[in-house]
T-cell receptor, first 115, second 113 residues
Framework: GAVVSQHPSRVICKSGTSVKIECRSL??????MFWYRQFPKQSLMLMAT?????????EQGVEKDKFLINHASLTLSTLTVTSAHPEDSSFYIC???????????FGPGTRLLVL | AQSVTQPDIHITVSEGASLELRCNYS??????LFWYVQSPGQGLQLLLK??????LVQGIKGFEAEFKRSQSSFNLRKPSVHWSDAAEYFC???????????FGQGTILTVHP
């Protein structure tokens, strides 16, 4: 149980385009989902927290207009990187947790390369 | 501010040897503590977690961790390492608002045959 998927697993796009990454909880209802960014050989940096049906809460320094997060259902959250630039290239990982649970379950990650 | 520290960036052990990965936390109250493992290019897999109760926690793949309040530590141990344990290990602390986790810097484990 507690499986989280991400799609796509890797994406290459041109500078200036937008990219959408999906995060799904497959066997539980995720009232809260988290989006992280991980640079090579570094730890995970929390970008934002999203609760189903509410606006996402962004961490300091994360541009909410650039990284659009939608959590429209209890099993799906999306991260859209708008007008992507090469510096947005990174590994993006989502996690999900159920209500009143403290454990986060992580997706396999999405590697984004912006040319 | 809450923080989690993993003092060792890289550890190398021989296959069959014992392993201990260090994790220190700084929280006002007892946090929820987790250990995750990440293989290259993959997401994080939960190894074990501590919320309360018995301070020695058993996890998957033969791992265990001990919560020591006096030392603000939650070190991960394994009595005999296998080559497949080579990966990066992250210690995380939570229990704050919205269930956010704070991760340590990670420890890369290399296993020599």
């Amino acid at each position: 149980g507690a499986v989280v998927s991400q799609h796509p697993s890797r994406v290459i796009c041109k500078s200036g385009t937008s990219v959408k990454i999906e995060c799904r909880s497959l066997d539980f209802q995720a009232t809260t989902m988290f989006w992280y960014r991980q640079f090579p050989k570094q730890s995970l940096m929390l970008m934002a927290t999203s609760n189903e049906g509410s606006k996402a809460t962004y961490e300091q320094g994360v541009e909410k207009d650039k990284f659009l997060i939608n959590h429209a259902s209890l099993t799906l959250s999306t991260l859209t990187v708008t007008s992507a630039h090469p510096e947005d290239s990174s590994f993006y990982i989502c996690s999900a947790k159920a209500a009143s649970q403290e454990t986060q379950y992580f997706g396999p990650g999405t590697r984004l390369l912006v040319l | 501010a809450q923080s989690v520290t993993q003092p060792d960036i890289h550890i190398t052990v021989s296959e069959g040897a014992s392993l201990e990965l260090r994790c220190n936390y700084s929280y006002g109250a007892t946090p929820y503590l987790f250990w995750y493992v990440q293989s290259p290019g993959q997401g994080l897999q939960l190894l074990l977690k501590y919320f309360s109760g018995d301070t020695l926690v058993q996890g998957i793949k033969g791992f265990e961790a001990e919560f020591k309040r006096s030392q603000s530590s939650f070190n991960l141990r394994k009595p005999s390492v296998h080559w497949s344990d080579a990966a990066e290990y992250f210690c995380g602390g939570g229990g704050t608002s919205y269930g956010k986790l704070t991760f340590g810097q990670g420890t890369i484990l290399t296993v020599h045959p």
